[in-house]
């Protein structure tokens, strides 16, 4: 609806959130063994499903454009990125980047997992055509989340498959659980239709927005000292990159901050290997504007007093 993905409603299978979509996906594509590459720093839940499923995970650098496609491993089955509003650093995948990413998995025979989990709250203009419609082969697998727009406890997500996957989705969630939850699928189907869900975006992009806005000159203002941030065009979270030169112990600082009540994320926690940026990953999702200058001013004392 809101991402110019190219499907008709037969085209989409509803899902138990983003996580299963990648189960079933990872189920239906891959034997134990396979290679699947994954974005460094990235989104920890999906690295260790397809490890579970016995795949070979390979951590891939993400730079200024998105994932790097000149380091991608050439067995590599699948590949799993998110194009939009890159997990946890927040950049957008270039349009040449997004072009020569379905170039090498044409070249390669492998497929690509789009996790598009937040880009309904994008603040700027108009956003990049998804992997999705770029594909004219049948490489890119959608996955779209209620869990950022909703709540995550819904569990509700979905995926537009291309045609040659579908039958193995289908035979996968047969084994796995059958199927969704249809009485909440029908629910979140009226909230569609009677143009509610749109509204509830429509409000909440705004004040996400401003959330967004405050918590880049929070940061720049209380731990600009340390921290460079990254502000992101979309989502409920940005990064906060470590300067270089600054020492500090920032696992040690994230501890003593959640037991003041401020809850942040180390870039390291999503990072597979030791070489990934330093830094923090802030949410705003559920942390309201007024809130925001305090949680910063605790995480500031956290930070002042980790340092090496
Ligand atoms: C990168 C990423 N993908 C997907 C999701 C949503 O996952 P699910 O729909 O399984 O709740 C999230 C939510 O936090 C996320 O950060």
């Not at 045609?163 to 969630?173: H, N, P, S, W």
């Amino acid at each position: 609806m809101f991402r110019a993905v190219r499907c008709g409603p037969d085209d989409v299978i509803v899902t138990r959130g983003a996580q299963q979509a990648f189960d079933l996906i990872a189920r239906a594509v891959i034997e134990p063994g396979a290679v699947v590459a994954v974005e460094d720093p990235g989104y920890p839940p999906a690295r260790r499903l397809f490890e579970s499923l016995g795949a070979d995970v390979v951590p891939v650098p993400v730079d200024a454009e998105g994932v790097v496609v000149a380091s991608l491993p050439p067995g590599a089955r699948l590949v799993y990125v998110t194009p939009s509003h890159q997990f946890p650093l927040g950049t957008t995948m270039s349009l040449r980047r997004r072009l020569e990413l379905i170039a090498w998995c044409e070249r390669h025979d492998a497929l690509v997992i789009e996790d598009d989990y937040d880009s309904e709250f994008r603040f700027t203009e108009r956003p990049l055509d998804p992997l999705q419609s770029l594909d004219r082969t049948g490489r890119v697998v959608y996955v779209g989340s209620f869990s950022k727009t909703m709540h995550p406890a819904l569990r509700l997500g979905f995926v537009v498959a291309p045609e040659a996957l579908r039958d193995g989705l289908a035979a996968a969630r047969l084994v796995t659980d059958w199927h969704g939850d249809p009485v909440l699928e029908e629910a979140m189907a009226t909230f569609i239709e009677r143009g509610e869900l749109a509204r509830h975006l429509r409000r909440t992009r705004r004040r996400y927005r401003q959330r967004h806005d405050t918590l880049v000159a929070a940061v720049e203002s209380h731990l600009g000292e340390w921290f460079e941030p990254l502000p992101a065009g979309a989502g409920l979270h940005i990064a906060a990159r470590l300067r270089p030169g600054v020492e500090l112990r920032l696992e040690e600082a994230a501890r003593a901050a959640a037991r003041e009540g401020v809850a942040v994320n180390t870039l390291a926690e999503m990072s597979a290997s030791a070489s990934g940026p330093a830094g923090l990953a802030l949410g705003y999702g559920l942390v309201s504007e007024e809130d925001i200058a305090e949680g910063l001013r605790v995480l500031a004392r956290c930070v002042r007093a980790s340092r090496q």
